[in-house]
């Protein structure tokens, strides 16, 4: 099912195709450095760490010069399978990133607000 909505956002990012009020590209691709740290460190977790490592193993893939199908053997099959590696990976990361962007205004942002008013000391 995931890889299924991975798909769509790509599909509908590459048709310019977004929700009303929602999120840029642009902003999606910048917030995900922000979503990788908030992961890790526990803030949102509602993206699994082993969707977060399919992710980093996907780039891997994709920049790796040993590949399955190595692309001087193979041309076209070759690049085929780093293109659906990296259509995948798009997707799940357009898919994701909105997600982030959208609980970052919500309960992210007010997470932030509040601990940014308390001020450290003793209490008496």
Partial sequence: MRRTAAFTALWKALRGQRRPGGPSVGEQFAAAPRMVRATLSG????????????????????????????????LLVGLGDDAMVLAWLSGALLSETQAFVEW?????????????????????
Avoid: C, F, N
């Fill in 43 to 74: 803030r949102y977790p509602h993206l699994p760490k082993s969707r977060l490592a399919l992710m980093a193993l996907a780039v891997a893939y994709i920049v790796s010069p040993v590949d399955l199908v190595p692309e001087a053997a193979l």
């Fill in 104 to 124: 970052e205004r919500t309960e992210g942002a007010g997470r932030k607000e509040h601990s940014e008013r308390v001020v450290p000391g003793e209490v008496l």
